[in-house]
Nanobody, 117 residues
Framework: QLQASGGGLVQPGGSLRLSCAASGFTLHYYAIGWFRQAPGKEREGVSC????????YYVDSVKGRFTISRDNAKKTVYLQMNSLKPEDTAVYYC????????????WGQGTQVTVSS
C-alpha cells in the first residue's frame, strides 16, 4: 500500500512537503515516482527516485524547485516542493516501479495541492 499525504492550500512562493508511506512491501527494492493531475489535464510525471543508488529525475517544470528523497528505514518517500506556483495545483500521486521510466505497477491515493492567493 502507498499512502500519500501532506497536500494543502499554500500561497504562491510557498512550500509543502509531500510524503508517500509504503507498507506491505520492501520499499528499498523499488523506485518511487510522483505524478500529478490537474483538472482537465493528463497525468504528468513529476519526479522519480531510484532504489539502487537514489538517483533522481525531474520534469523540467519543477527542476530547481522540487526535491525528491527517500528514507528506506521509515519506508517513506518525500517530495519537497518550494517556490510553488499556481500551475503546480493538482492532485499528486505516488507510485512504485522496478525502475524509473518503466511501468508503474501500484499507485497510492492522491493528495490535493492547491497554490492560490
Amino acid at each position: 500500500q502507498l499512502q500519500a499525504s501532506g497536500g494543502g492550500l499554500v500561497q504562491p512562493g510557498g512550500s509543502l512537503r509531500l510524503s508517500c508511506a509504503a507498507s506491505g512491501f520492501t520499499l528499498h527494492y523499488y523506485a518511487i515516482g510522483w505524478f500529478r493531475q490537474a483538472p482537465g489535464k493528463e497525468r504528468e510525471g513529476v519526479s522519480c527516485i531510484r532504489s539502487s543508488d537514489g538517483n533522481t529525475y525531474y520534469v523540467d517544470s519543477v527542476k530547481g524547485r522540487f526535491t525528491i528523497s527517500r528514507d528506506n528505514a521509515k519506508k517513506t518517500v518525500y517530495l519537497q516542493m518550494n517556490s510553488l506556483k499556481p500551475e503546480d495545483t493538482a492532485v499528486y500521486y505516488c507510485a512504485r516501479t522496478r525502475a524509473c521510466g518503466i511501468e508503474y505497477d501500484y499507485w497510492g491515493q492522491g493528495t490535493q495541492v492547491t497554490v492560490s492567493s
